[in-house]
Each structure stands twice: as C-alpha cells, then as structure tokens.
Nanobody, 126 residues
Framework: QVQLVESGGGLVQPGGSLRLSCAVSGFTSDDYAIAWFRQAPGKEREGVSCISSRDDRTYYTNSAKGRFAISRDNAKNAVYMEMIRLTPEDTAVYYC???????????????????WGQGTQVTVSS
C-alpha cells in the first residue's frame, strides 16, 4: 500500500525558507510522479510542483518558478521541496501526492493523483 508522509512545515517570516519532505513507501512500479499541492483557506487545491520517478522532468506553477525546487532521493524514498523567498501568499496546507500515471500534463491536477499525505501547515507571517 502506497503511503506518503509529509514533514517540515512550520511558521516562517516573510523572505524566509523552508524545506518540505515527503517520505514515500509502498510503490510496486518504478513509473510514477510525486507532486506537491497546497490549499489555503477558502481556496481550491493548487498544484505547486511535480517530479518524475524516472528522470529529471519537473513541473512548477508560475508562482513557484525561481523560488521552489522539487527533488527526489530514491535511495531514501523521499521527495523534497525547497522553498525560498516565502511570502504570506504561500501560507497553506501543503500536501504530497502520488500518481501511478507517471509524469505528464496532469501533474497539476488533483484528481489525477491516487494517493495523498495528511498535509503539513506552512504559515508565512511576521
């Protein structure tokens, strides 16, 4: 059974940085994609970044480009997202999700993802 467990959220001042981690387990296929989504109060869940399990293909939403970096460590069964220059608009619950479709144009679409973590809160505030 696929399981995803996020960690690394917290309170950070504007301009600060955080690294989110997603511990991944239970995959029987080596072709999948892991994405980070976020959901702020009163807003729809938004795809932030996505990475292929097989190669270096990645996706970023426009607001994340240049500030966020997704990476994976297959030996540690983990996916990370480094976030810099955080703003209050980045405040949300961040979710790690997995799709067995592999990497593709669906990487920003929540309904394309089969498995979800429990979420980790990121709050950017002074």
């Amino acid at each position: 059974q696929v399981q995803l467990v996020e960690s690394g959220g917290g309170l950070v001042q504007p301009g600060g940085s955080l690294r989110l981690s997603c511990a991944v387990s239970g995959f029987t296929s080596d072709d999948y994609a892991i994405a980070w989504f976020r959901q702020a109060p009163g807003k729809e869940r938004e795809g932030v970044s996505c990475i292929s399990s097989r190669d270096d293909r990645t996706y970023y939403t426009n607001s994340a480009k240049g500030r966020f970096a997704i990476s994976r460590d297959n030996a540690k069964n983990a996916v990370y997202m480094e976030m810099i220059r955080l703003t209050p608009e980045d405040t949300a619950v961040y979710y790690c999700a997995a799709t067995l479709r592999g990497w593709g144009p669906w990487c920003s679409t929540p309904r394309a993802f089969d498995y979800w973590g429990q979420g980790t809160q990121v709050t950017v505030s002074s």
